[in-house]
C-alpha cells in the first residue's frame, strides 16, 4: 500500500483505538471490560506495525491528529451516545498515540 492509503487506514485505526479506550473507561457494563481491552490490544498492535512502515513528517502528524480526532468523536456520538467523554480526554489519548509514530 501506498503512504497515503497506510495514513488513512491508521487515522482508522488510530480512532478505534481511542474509542475503545473511552468506552472501557466509561462504560456502566462491567462484563464488556475484556472484550473492550482485547479490542484496545489488537487496534493498538496493528496501529503499532502500520505506523513503523513510514516516516511521518509532522505535516502527516498534523493531518493524522486532525482526522482522528473527528473520526473519534463521530464514532462515539453515533455508536456510544450512552458514554460520556470528554474532547480534552480524547485529545489527550491521541496526543499519546501519535508521539508512538515517533
Do not use: C
Not at 15 to 28: D, G, L
Not at 36 to 61: P, V
Amino acid at each position: 500500500m501506498g503512504k497515503n492509503s497506510d495514513r488513512e487506514s491508521l487515522i482508522r485505526l488510530m480512532a478505534n483505538t481511542i474509542v475503545h479506550k473511552i468506552v472501557a473507561e466509561h462504560t456502566n457494563r462491567p462484563e464488556s471490560k475484556n472484550f473492550l481491552e482485547s479490542e484496545i490490544i489488537e487496534y493498538g498492535g496493528q496501529t503499532r506495525r502500520m505506523a513503523l512502515e513510514h516516516h511521518w513528517t509532522d505535516s502527516d502528524k498534523s493531518y493524522i491528529k486532525e482526522k482522528t480526532l473527528k473520526k473519534t468523536k463521530e464514532k462515539i456520538s453515533l455508536k456510544y451516545p450512552d458514554v460520556p467523554f470528554s474532547e480534552k480526554e480524547a485529545k489527550y489519548l491521541l496526543d499519546k498515540e501519535v508521539r508512538d509514530l515517533e
